[in-house]
């Protein structure tokens, strides 16, 4: 919210032009809204102008990834870090003035205030097409939604602001209940879920499974993390996105991820990679690539993308695949994968060449995340991959825990398998022994072991899509159902000694600019 920097964006939303193909562009003029928002242009504009914080490093291209996966029990900092201001998630260090805290709330408020803009004005507007005004104010509803759950996901209550006069008087506003945030994230979205189209207007565009699919999520935080047993809900929208034929697998787990495969169908909504401009690309480059083969020597990055020993080791194989640590903390494999799921196959590599011909091809000190793969491998110019928000995968995922936890495992188990079917076939060179199929000896049916199942599931089929610390988070529940998860797995599972563990780090504190301007707002507990 950050009030005095975030009332003259709001006032200015009208910024984003010419940009009907990419998402995040950065703005070449700004206007007012008393000399905006008159044709319907504008209003496109603006509109594509509210996606464009959530692409941008206060969220998705760097802080809020940062958060997910350092923070999480897959990803570990790399030994090469140098930089505190950037690994310090992967710690639990934050503070209420950290970066890590600080911008993905006013990113994302951003997004909420110029989608606000959008609802309220457009209707003020003259369209011909009455369909592209009713579309453009769901995409509005959608975003505003989608925000404010991840708010509640990530700081519980918060000021609820829905209108341009809210952002105004945001210095006095109290934070709101999450049952009242969320009861206005399901009118958003239903209501957006009515007029979006089936197949998004632009890559990176929502459309009505995007919708499905923030609604299942919705409902499955509320009915694992809040434990309001709403998992009727969640199993609705996760169903309607799996009988939509527009949607579906792609044969190949990798496929999806592949900037060739741009716009297929399995993505249901994703971050975009223009490969234009750095401003208007994910940042692969800085996010993934070793520094090791001399990306980015400069520091700064080589901050997320290395799994934890566990994580790596994790996968299903029928020959063990153990690593070891060397006398440096580095990792040593010490077998090789063999008969392993594909998906560990495609989404790590041991080594890699450069194009700096005095750098050749190396053998890396750990493993490194391969399931990004940029055209140009992130040299030369901005990358061309995009970053998944939601899958096809995932419905699937979403509607087997919602089914598990409805007591039918066996409809669980059966989703699942359509994931494991694809692990097993992926390119046809892996596999992995039928023993360790659901409904065959070495695995459990009951409900408790499916739910815990389809936990480990979700970290293989979502690894390193910022899914696992949300996971980690919502298993411990907010009731303490199943007390410490989150601390156990996180000791247990990640190497690294964290230095804080205490339960009130599940939530993130309220920003300290926001507490220094607005005395209505309270501080979560332990900050």
């Known amino acids: ?162 209108s341009p006069a809210d952002h105004a008087d945001a210095a006095n506003r109290a934070r709101t209940p999450v049952e009242q945030v969320h009861a206005q994230i399901v009118k958003d979205l239903t209501e957006a879920e009515a007029d979006l189209p089936d197949a998004p207007a632009a890559l990176g565009r929502a459309s009505k499974a995007a919708a499905r699919m923030v609604l299942a999520d919705l409902y499955q935080w509320r009915s694992s993390f809040l434990r309001k047993s709403e998992w009727a809900q969640a199993s609705t929208y996760a169903k309607k996105v799996l009988d939509d034929t527009r949607w579906g697998l792609m044969d190949d787990y990798l496929a999806p991820f592949l900037p060739a495969n741009k716009g297929n169908k399995e993505v249901i909504w994703l971050v975009p990679s223009s490969s234009l401009d750095n401003r208007s690309s994910f940042d692969n480059n800085c996010n993934y690539l070793p520094r090791e083969l001399g990306f980015n020597t400069a520091g700064g990055c080589e901050v997320v993308g290395q799994p934890t020993k566990w994580m790596y080791e994790s996968y299903l194989c029928s020959v063990p695949d153990p690593l070891t640590l060397d006398a440096n903390g580095r990792l040593t494999d010490t077998t090789g994968a063999t008969n392993c799921d594909y998906r560990k196959q495609v989404t790590y590599r041991h080594g890699g060449c450069s194009t700096n011909a005095t750098i050749g091809c190396l053998t890396f000190k750990w493993p490194n995340l391969n399931k990004y793969r940029p055209t140009n491998r992130g040299v030369g110019g901005p990358v061309d991959t995009d970053f998944p928000l939601y899958r096809y995968a995932e419905a699937i995922l979403m509607y087997a825990e919602a089914q598990n936890e409805l007591g039918n495992p066996g409809v669980a188990i059966a989703q699942i398998n359509r994931l494991r079917a694809r692990a097993r076939k992926g390119t046809g060179s892996a596999s992995f022994a039928e023993p360790h199929d659901y409904g065959t000896a070495g695995e459990a049916t009951d409900q408790a072991s499916v739910r815990e199942a389809i936990y480990q599931e979700r970290s293989w089929e979502l690894a390193h899509e910022a899914k696992r610390w949300f996971d980690q988070i919502r298993h411990d529940g907010k009731d303490g159902a199943f007390p410490d998860y989150w601390a156990t797995t996180t000791n247990q599972h990640d190497p690294e000694a964290r230095a804080d563990v205490r339960a009130f780090r599940k939530r993130f504190p309220i920003p300290a600019p926001d507490m220094a301007l607005d005395k209505n707002l309270t501080q979560n507990p332990g900050y």
């Open 1 to 162: 919210m950050r009030i005095q920097r975030l009332i003259a964006p709001i006032a200015l939303t009208g910024a984003l032009l010419g940009c009907t193909d990419i998402l995040n562009e950065t703005p070449k003029n700004f206007l007012t809204t008393e000399s905006y928002y008159k044709t319907a242009a504008d209003v496109e504009a603006a509109t594509l102008a509210a996606y464009q914080p959530l692409h941008r490093d206060d969220v998705w291209r760097r802080w809020l990834l940062w958060d997910a996966e350092l923070a999480s029990d897959q990803t570990r900092i790399h030994p090469d870090e140098p930089n505190f201001g950037t690994y310090h998630p992967g710690l639990f260090l934050w503070t209420p003035s950290d970066g890590s805290v600080v911008n993905p709330w006013n990113g994302i408020y951003l997004s909420i205030a110029r989608a606000n803009l959008v609802i309220e004005r457009a209707p003020t507007v003259a369209f011909s097409d009455a369909n592209q005004q009713k579309q453009l104010v769901a995409e509005a509803k959608f975003l505003r939604g989608y925000g404010y759950l991840m708010l509640t996901k990530l700081y519980d209550d918060v000021p609820l602001l829905l």
